[in-house]
């Protein structure tokens, strides 16, 4: 008879550094096991802070064969969402959030942004910092006419706003 032995482990070490990641942590009282499989899903790749508490899985009760799921730490995980609601974050405070009726936010914790694309929509409620071959002030600089932006020195190469 097949017996899954299911237990609640706490994360002390990842190795991310080979096909799969692993981890070591601590089972049953006293007991510590090491280069346990940490399964995730397709399309999400992290890297678990000590003291993650998660589920271990000893498939067949056989305890040389144990898989990590789920592992969350308690002190970064976000809290109070709504219902419907989803947060991918890190352990530095950086997060996406979807927020259903509030839309997509990004929050970077006052550290750098990055992003790519052939074209980018930016709406800041202060300053802005952006950098690139040019710049279209109000749209996308397809969409209208637009004017060098004047600056002391004279009319900007690279900035440009909608007329």
Same mark, same amino acid.
């Given at each position: 008879?097949?017996?899954?032995?299911?237990? +609640?482990?706490?994360?002390?070490?990842?190795?991310?550094?080979?096909?799969?990641?692993? /981890?070591?942590? %601590? /089972? %049953?009282?006293?007991?510590?096991?090491? $280069?346990?499989?940490?399964? +995730?899903?397709?399309? #999400?790749?992290?890297?678990?802070?000590?003291?993650?508490?998660? &589920?271990?899985?000893?498939?067949?009760?056989?305890?040389?064969?144990?898989?990590? #799921?789920?592992?969350?730490?308690?002190?970064? +995980?976000?809290?109070? #969402?709504?219902?419907?609601?989803?947060?991918?974050?890190?352990?530095?405070?950086?997060?996406?959030?979807?927020?259903?009726?509030?839309? &997509?936010?990004?929050?970077?914790?006052?550290?750098?942004?990055?992003?790519?694309?052939?074209?980018?929509?930016?709406?800041?409620?202060?300053?802005?910092? &952006?950098?690139?071959?040019?710049?279209?002030?109000?749209?996308?600089?397809?969409?209208?006419?637009?004017?060098?932006?004047?600056?002391? $020195?004279?009319?900007?190469?690279?900035?440009?706003?909608? #007329?």
């Amino acid at each position: 008879m097949s017996r899954t032995n299911l237990f +609640r482990t706490e994360l002390t070490g990842v190795d991310d550094t080979g096909e799969m990641q692993t /981890g070591s942590g %601590y /089972g %049953y009282a006293g007991e510590e096991v090491d $280069k346990v499989q940490i399964v +995730r899903q397709h399309g #999400l790749a992290s890297h678990a802070p000590k003291g993650s508490h998660g &589920i271990g899985i000893a498939g067949s009760g056989e305890r040389s064969l144990v898989a990590f #799921l789920g592992l969350e730490h308690q002190d970064h +995980r976000p809290r109070d #969402l709504k219902e419907g609601n989803t947060t991918l974050y890190d352990a530095k405070g950086n997060a996406t959030r979807m927020l259903g009726e509030d839309g &997509i936010w990004h929050d970077a914790a006052d550290r750098p942004q990055k992003m790519t694309g052939k074209t980018v929509a930016l709406k800041a409620t202060e300053n802005a910092s &952006i950098g690139g071959k040019k710049v279209y002030l109000g749209g996308d600089g397809t969409d209208g006419t637009y004017a060098a932006v004047m600056t002391d $020195k004279g009319p900007s190469s690279v900035v440009f706003a909608k #007329l």
